[in-house]
């Protein structure tokens, strides 16, 4: 539990430092746009993992891929439970 409680705590960092860039217009955006998002997301992990380029500094973090992930999920799950739909 101690990994997993970690792991997510980075998500949560993340997020609420990306709402201090951004804010919460996310809120605003279509439900397509998430799931567009967490799909090009998806196809860079990919990608990532294909060719093995974590540790080249010119791409994206594997890491910071899922996390990424996580969070577009996330969006989702809101919108999805605020609209009132069922999953």
């Given at each position: 539990?101690?990994?997993?409680?970690?792991?997510?705590?980075?998500?949560?960092?993340?997020?609420?430092?990306?709402?201090?860039?951004?804010?919460?217009?996310?809120?605003?955006?279509?439900?397509?746009?998430?799931?567009?998002?967490?799909?090009?997301?998806?196809?860079?992990?990919?990608?990532?993992?294909?060719?093995?380029?974590?540790?080249?500094?010119?791409?994206?973090?594997?890491?910071?891929?899922?996390?990424?992930?996580?969070?577009?999920?996330i969006f989702l799950l809101y919108k999805i439970n605020k609209k009132g739909d069922k999953l």
């Amino acid at each position: 539990m101690n990994a997993y409680q970690n792991t997510l705590n980075k998500v949560i960092k993340i997020r609420e430092d990306r709402q201090k860039l951004y804010g919460d217009d996310w809120i605003y955006d279509p439900i397509e746009y998430d799931f567009w998002m967490l799909y090009g997301k998806f196809n860079r992990l990919q990608y990532l993992l294909k060719h093995k380029l974590n540790d080249k500094s010119q791409y994206e973090k594997i890491d910071d891929t899922l996390i990424d992930m996580i969070n577009y999920s996330i969006f989702l799950l809101y919108k999805i439970n605020k609209k009132g739909d069922k999953l």
